[in-house]
């Protein structure tokens, strides 16, 4: 077993670990908070993540903070923990999916991809060695391969040949990072790498890939280009066929992932770690997951609900503020109703990994999933 990664128990295929970083001891299986941009949208700040809200993992985005501070400015200043006084790990997104999602125009060689910045339109090139090179000056606790994600649905040959490419290109990640971890100024030299696995919704190449990449130096592995839009039953497929040749002593990240009853069921079938804007983009349009459904808060039946957002919750928000009052925070359009709403629904997301933990050293883990997978997808009906 991995000296880094240590698992406590099973239930079934239900994993409760810890994985073991530079930067303090992640509890598994775990929900980490986005925070694109070295910030989570809706004024909630790292004090509040540490203090308040349950926050195990801060993710944030290689291509976003490249282009706006820059990751040169982010080194200067101490790299990412110093510049957003975050002292937990961080994940670092390779940027690969912003690449291939907000570039309108691209080129993709066998060096790295060519394409223009969606802030200004300036050109930028990105391949293996810039993306470590970016993480490296950002300083994070665990890096992302960069890969290249594919369109779902893609034609076959197309996908082979881009699993072929990410494959070749996660070796020369793998060769920067050591490069850069062994210099002598390197903020984070002790910088942790996860490869991807990439194979749109073809099992065969997805089972291959995998079994390609997990022979490599990684210190965990991700399935990447799911939750883009193809139906659920569909990404527990792919899940069913490719975590069975993903290694035991190794964390298993899904990317992008999603729902509360995405992320139990993604457990259910082997997964450790989850990151999502979810909890925080839907918060801010008013939509607050709760212990017995989802709750829309615009809705005029709370106009006059002195209940708390959830009775079940014990988050900033649910202690001191009832739904009436967000309510009328959404109305009036103030700030405050947004920051109310992501603390809560964050701490919702952190506790739901949690009590995750709890049921599956508890033995209890069938129960949970079947009192609650359904039930969190469902619209609150009080």
């Known amino acids: 077993m991995s000296e880094k990664f240590k698992l406590i128990t099973f239930q079934g295929a239900a994993r409760r670990g810890e994985f073991h970083t530079p930067h303090g001891v992640i509890q598994t299986p775990v929900f980490m908070n986005v925070g694109t941009a070295a910030a989570i949208k809706g004024g909630v700040s790292s004090v509040d993540l540490a203090n308040e809200l349950k926050t195990q993992v801060e993710l944030c985005n290689t291509y ?82 960069f890969d290249e994600c594919v369109e779902n649905p893609a034609e076959y040959s197309y996908s082979k040949e881009s699993c072929e490419r990410t494959t070749r290109w996660l070796v020369r990640c793998i060769a920067e990072m050591k490069r850069l971890n062994s210099l002598e100024d390197t903020i984070n030299p002790r910088q942790m790498l996860f490869g991807i696995n990439q194979g749109c919704t073809y099992d065969d190449l997805r089972i291959e890939h995998m079994k390609q990449i997990r022979e490599l130096e990684v210190d965990g592995l991700a399935i990447g280009g799911l939750a883009v839009g193809e139906p659920t039953e569909v990404m527990y497929h792919v899940l069913e066929q490719v975590v069975p040749f993903m290694p035991v002593d190794k964390p298993r990240y899904l990317m992008g992932v999603g729902t509360p009853s995405n992320i139990i069921e993604a457990v259910y079938r082997g997964i450790d770690f989850f990151d999502c804007v979810m909890p925080s983009r839907n918060a801010r349009h008013g939509t607050i997951f709760t212990w017995n459904g989802i709750m829309h808060i615009g809705n005029k039946q709370y106009e006059l609900d002195e209940r708390p957002l959830d009775p079940q919750c014990d988050c900033p928000a649910c202690k001191n503020f009832s739904r009436a009052y967000v309510r009328h925070l959404f109305k009036a359009q103030e700030q405050l109703a947004g920051r109310l709403a992501v603390t809560h629904n964050l701490y919702f997301y952190n506790t739901l990994t949690q009590r995750i933990r709890d049921s599956i050293e508890e033995g209890t883990f069938d129960k949970f999933r079947e009192r609650y997978s359904k039930l969190l997808s469902l619209p609150l009906e009080d």
């Not at 993709?108 to 993480?135: A, L, T, W």
């Open 64 to 145: 976003h903070l490249h282009v706006r501070p820059g990751d040169e400015i982010v080194r200067k200043m101490g790299g990412l923990h110093k510049f957003m006084n975050w002292h937990g790990p961080i994940l670092t997104d390779s940027g690969g999916f912003q690449v291939f999602s907000l570039a309108k125009l691209r080129k993709i060689k066998e060096e790295g991809v060519y394409f223009n910045s969606h802030v200004d339109g300036r050109k930028i090139f990105m391949g293996p060695e810039e993306s470590m090179r970016i993480q490296s000056n950002l300083a994070s606790t665990i890096a992302m391969a």
